[in-house]
T-cell receptor
Framework: KQEVTQIPAALSVPEGENLVLNCSFT??????LQWFRQDPGKGLTSLLL?????REQTSGRLNASLDKSSGRSTLYIAASQPGDSATYLC???????????FGKGTKLSVKP | SQTIHQWPATLVQPVGSPLSLECTVE??????LYWYRQAAGRGLQLLFY??????ISSEVPQNLSASRPQDRQFILSSKKLLLSDSGFYLC?????????????FGDGTRLSIL
């Protein structure tokens, strides 16, 4: 059974800092991995999708890496802004027809 | 562009009452559709997914059921709600042609059982 752990559970940083959010998963036989952000009381917004054959994906100030063999993914946020404050969720997909397994997320607060 | 709609946004129901949550997707055909639940202090849990009309797969045994009467409509139901059914329910879709496509979520329904 796939288990997903996100560390830290919560993070508070001053504006402008570069930061790294960590995600680990127990079953390395994943098809791909998706990163989301969730604002309080809202649905999920897809940020990045990394296929199992890829090492990283970039979108603007966000960069996600994947080390499938070690069961790890990281989300790097450059030059953080108060608008980045949200909960960030990682979700590996198990197998080619499987579905997303979610971690509990990292709650990020960026102080102005 | 594709959009996903969920309603209602919030719902307060007494124990034992029925439930019907609706999700519709626009701008795409034959999507894969998903229902997730996010309970307090827990991660999102997949409840049901569907790859086509009338095709429903259940991930966990529970008091809920799902139906897909039309290509872009996904309904979550219960005949009698339990207190444990409280939570934040999210519908999602992905392109149906490949499992390498990202999932996109609606804004969710917050369900409180009294």
């Amino acid at each position: 059974k796939q288990e997903v752990t996100q560390i830290p559970a919560a993070l508070s940083v001053p504006e402008g800092e570069n930061l790294v959010l960590n995600c680990s998963f127990t079953d390395s036989a994943i098809y791909n991995l998706q990163w989301f952000r969730q604002d309080p009381g809202k649905g999920l917004t897809s940020l990045l999708l990394i296929q199992s054959s890829q090492r990283e994906q970039t979108s603007g100030r966000l960069n996600a890496s994947l080390d499938k063999s070690s069961g790890r993914s990281t989300l790097y946020i450059a030059a953080s802004q108060p608008g980045d404050s949200a909960t960030y969720l990682c979700a590996p997909r198990r197998g080619s027809q499987g579905n997303l397994i979610f971690g509990k997320g990292t709650k990020l607060s960026v102080k102005p | 562009s594709q959009t996903i709609h969920q309603w209602p946004a919030t719902l307060v129901q007494p124990v034992g009452s029925p439930l019907s949550l609706e999700c519709t997707v626009e701008g795409t055909s034959n999507p894969n559709l998903y229902w997730y639940r996010q309970a307090a202090g827990r991660g999102l849990q997949l409840l049901f997914y569907s790859v086509g009309i009338g095709q429903i797969s259940s991930e966990v045994p529970q008091n809920l059921s799902a139906s897909r009467p039309q290509d872009r409509q996904f309904i979550l139901s219960s005949k009698k709600l339990l207190l444990s059914d409280s939570g934040f329910y999210l519908c999602a879709w992905s392109v149906g042609t490949g499992w390498d496509q990202p999932q996109h979520f609606g804004d969710g329904t917050r369900l409180s059982i009294l």
